[in-house]
């Protein structure tokens, strides 16, 4: 059984950084690429960024590039999300997700770690 568990969130002020951790147990890790995405009260799953199963390619949606860095340490079975400049709009509830490489959907989810960001 494939479990994903998001954890490193809390409160920050507007410029600090903070870095989410994401661990994939059930499965051989490279089996996954994995991605990152963040929810608002009231609108839809958005997407951040992802990696692939090597952690050679990365993107990132616009709002977020140069700013944040998702990296992957596959002896330890976890990726990463730094962030960095953060900024009262990236409050949000980020979730970790794997999906296996090739596949276009994302299967297994992490239960969300709220991310806010004070002014």
């Known amino acids: 059984q494939v479990k994903v568990v998001d954890s490193g969130g809390g409160l920050v002020r507007s410029g600090d950084a903070l870095r989410l951790s994401c661990v994939v147990t059930?499965?051989?890790?490279?089996?996954?690429?994995m991605g990152w995405f963040r929810q608002t009260p009231g609108k839809e799953r958005m997407f951040v960024g992802d990696?692939?199963?090597?952690?050679?390619?990365?993107t990132y949606t616009d709002s977020v590039k140069g700013r944040f860095t998702i990296s992957r340490d596959n002896a330890k079975d976890t990726v990463y999300l730094q962030m960095d400049h953060l900024q009262t709009e990236d409050t949000a509830v980020y979730y970790c997700?794997?999906?296996?490489?090739?596949?276009?959907?994302?299967?297994?989810w992490g239960q969300g770690v709220q991310v806010t960001v004070s002014s």
């Open positions: 990696i692939n199963w090597r952690g050679s390619v990365t």
């Open positions: 059930g499965r051989t890790f490279r089996d996954f690429a």
């Open positions: 997700a794997a999906k296996y490489s090739g596949a276009i959907d994302y299967d297994y």
